[in-house]
């Protein structure tokens, strides 16, 4: 086809110089005996036969002709109708770009330094979980000291008393339906737990236990789980509302569970 393409520009190219020391006179009458044989041409194909060209044919067209304003190309008298000579050329053109356009480079592009220094400003600033719209996450997990199963309650922007009586009812439902019997819990003295579910719990046969003031290790096992999950999941996402972290962690619950070296 190169080949082809190539003789077709040389022998049009010496067609072209032909045409220099022809007056306007010659060359109009020139262009209409052409226009007459491409009727009589039409004329014996009929409606439903249409004229073959080679691939070689279809770019040498598409090369001559896609300079002209599509009013004059459609006023021109064509085997092929003007949208069919700019799409091959789109074609062309589309063909040519991957080959002379293709990044050098393997892999992942690099990350922009102004995106870098924000996503590094943004972990500086706000060592709570933040997402991009500006919202403090606050998350509620309990994890099983047996089995070091974790289960995620539930995220939220705004924390309340009602919300951490349903989560906690939710989780109740989930143990009795795994047929799971727990006989403690281990929590802290945060204002944020209402003594609502102290009688929720105690109603489960589940007793709360509440550890000392600024006493983290009382409760070391979760407390290794915050950090677990905020050095291999939250410091390495870029979260962009509480329902991506929601999606988040649920996928990283199901990885503490399944996948963990600690599982049996």
């Known amino acids: 086809m190169l080949l082809r393409l190539v003789y077709l520009s040389v022998t049009n190219t010496f067609a072209a110089l032909r045409l220099l020391p022809m007056g306007d006179r010659d060359k109009d009458v020139e262009i209409l005996a052409l226009r007459h044989q491409i009727t009589v041409l039409e004329r014996q194909l009929g409606a439903d036969t249409k004229a073959r060209f080679a691939p070689e044919d279809r770019a040498f067209l598409a090369a001559l002709l896609t300079s002209l304003p599509r009013e004059i190309l459609?006023?021109?008298?064509l085997l092929v109708r003007p949208d069919t000579v700019l799409r091959r050329h789109r074609d062309l053109m589309k063909r040519r770009h991957p080959r002379t356009c293709r990044s050098k480079r393997h892999g992942r592009p690099p990350t922009v330094r102004s995106i870098r220094a924000l996503i590094l400003r943004l972990v500086r600033e706000n060592p709570e979980t933040v997402t991009l719209n500006g919202q403090s996450q606050y998350i509620l997990a309990v994890i099983e000291h047996a089995g070091r199963r974790i289960r995620v309650l539930g995220t939220t922007a705004h924390p309340t008393a009602s919300w951490v009586i349903q989560a906690i009812r939710n989780l109740v439902m989930d143990l009795e339906d795994a047929n799971c019997r727990a006989r403690f819990l281990i929590r802290d003295r945060d204002g944020k737990f209402p003594a609502l579910i102290n009688e929720i719990l105690?109603?489960?046969g589940i007793h709360t236990a509440l550890t000392g003031v600024r006493m983290p290790r009382m409760n070391s096992i979760i407390e290794r789980w915050v950090q677990s999950?905020?050095?291999?999941?939250?410091?390495?996402c870029l979260l962009w509302n509480e329902r991506h972290l929601r999606h988040a962690l649920r996928e990283y619950e199901l990885f503490y569970n399944r996948h963990r070296a600690h599982q049996p």
């Open 74 to 77: 459609r006023r021109l008298q």
């Open 202 to 204: 105690a109603d489960a």
């Open 229 to 236: 999950c905020r050095h291999e999941l939250l410091d390495r």
